[in-house]
């Protein structure tokens, strides 16, 4: 009954059209009286305390970087090193996306944000170029969804608080799934561009190769930064957040001089706006998280999959199918918040590494961001782009597909992330 009560007061919210924030808190007034718990005040203190986290602060100084770097001119040079150093080959505009998406990822964390860079920059070049609309907006797209895997990651930190897991451990192990999903990409559009007769553009000279990585130089220094001082530990994921937000001002205002002081102001308040909307998510999923707890309903999920529980492939399986159907209608950070707390005990208690299951977990809620209906990666490329959500999804499928093929290959064989993360760690 409880679950009952919990699914259809979530689901019947939403589907009247009520915003996800104000669904949860629905779903945590209706938990509250099924269990004659109700009271206002415990509601209001759990709102509170719910956005109440130092490492949550990281989310808005992330925000606000990914900002910075696109009104700055940081991903434009992005873009432009990876035009000169691979534009030139046949399909060089889709692997130039695939760098340039795997690069920005490491600086925004955003894939709503690179996913709109991207389709700006790119898509009329591939466009004009003679490659297939849809199927270049659906490159876009599926590239843009390695930001939420490759750090520094706003998912891995909002996974992180909700699941009570190192977010620099999370932020280390995502960097060699992140660029497996690129490599699955690269090797698909291999396979889709090879019997086409686009004329690819010159080969860049060596001077202008040296140029773009001058130029961009500045950018590419900023995940060096994080990653080296999550690895060495001179800062915190939060401390980190704040460390490419600063930087990014420093580079856009004073090196680059694309952000006139004037526009400081209107990039703040789009941060603002973007992580308000993140934070009170999580705040109204806290209260959510916390009745989830106290009505037990970890343990009826755990019974629930007490048949998988013997084989931790088996039981890794059912969930990411789980998470994939619930992640065609929910965006990603609902699902993080929601199914968080009701999965992670049945991962402690069939004894799967946390950091593990976080990658997988991050990775299939990013894939969630491209499948239709409600794919709010694919809707960003449509309208930025200006293509038909038909034709996005029609392009981005043979892509979906490869990378869930990638990580059923990361559920069948975890050294494929535990390997590499014991290297960084």
Partial sequence: MTITVFLGSLLGAMALGVPIAFALLLCGVALMWHLDLFDAQILAQNLVSGADSFPLLAVPFFMLAGEIMNVGGLSRRIVNLALTLVGHVRGGLGYVTIIAACIMAALSGSAVADAAALA????????????????????IASA????????????????????NVS????????????????VALWFTWWWLVR???????????????????????????????VVVGLKMGVFTPTEAAVVAAVYALVVATCVYR?????????????????????MF????????????????????????????????????????????????????????????PVLMPVVKQAGIDPVY????????????????????????????GKVSMDEVTRGVLPFLTAQFLLLMLMVLFPQLVTVPASWFY
């Fill in 167 to 182: 977010i620099s451990k999370l932020f280390l192990a995502g960097i060699a799934p992140g660029v497996m999903l690129g």
């Fill in 357 to 384: 299951f976080g990658v997988l977990f991050m990775i299939n809620n990013a894939i969630g961001l491209i499948t239709p209906p409600v794919g709010a990666v694919l809707n960003t490329v449509a309208g930025v």
């Fill in 258 to 278: 694309e952000l006139p002081v004037g526009r400081l102001y209107a990039v703040f308040v789009d941060a603002a706006k973007t992580s308000a909307v993140v």
């Fill in 120 to 139: 700006a920059l790119l898509l009329p070049m591939m466009v004009a170029a003679g490659h297939d609309k849809a199927r270049s907006a659906g490159l």
């Fill in 281 to 340: 998510l999580v705040a109204a999923a806290m209260v959510s998280a916390w009745l989830i707890t106290v009505a037990g309903l970890p343990a009826l999920v755990v019974d629930l999959l007490a048949p998988f529980m013997d084989n931790q492939t088996l039981l890794l399986i059912a969930i990411m199918l789980l998470v994939f159907f619930v992640g065609t209608a929910m965006d990603m950070t609902p699902t993080i918040l929601i199914l968080t």
């Fill in 195 to 225: 019997r086409e007769k686009v004329v690819p553009p010159p080969r860049r000279s060596r001077g202008e190769v040296f140029t773009a990585l001058r130029e961009a130089s500045w950018a590419l220094v900023l995940p060096v930064i």
């Fill in 144 to 163: 843009g969804i390695i930001a939420p895997v490759i750090p520094p990651s706003i998912g891995f930190v909002i996974f992180g608080v909700a699941a």
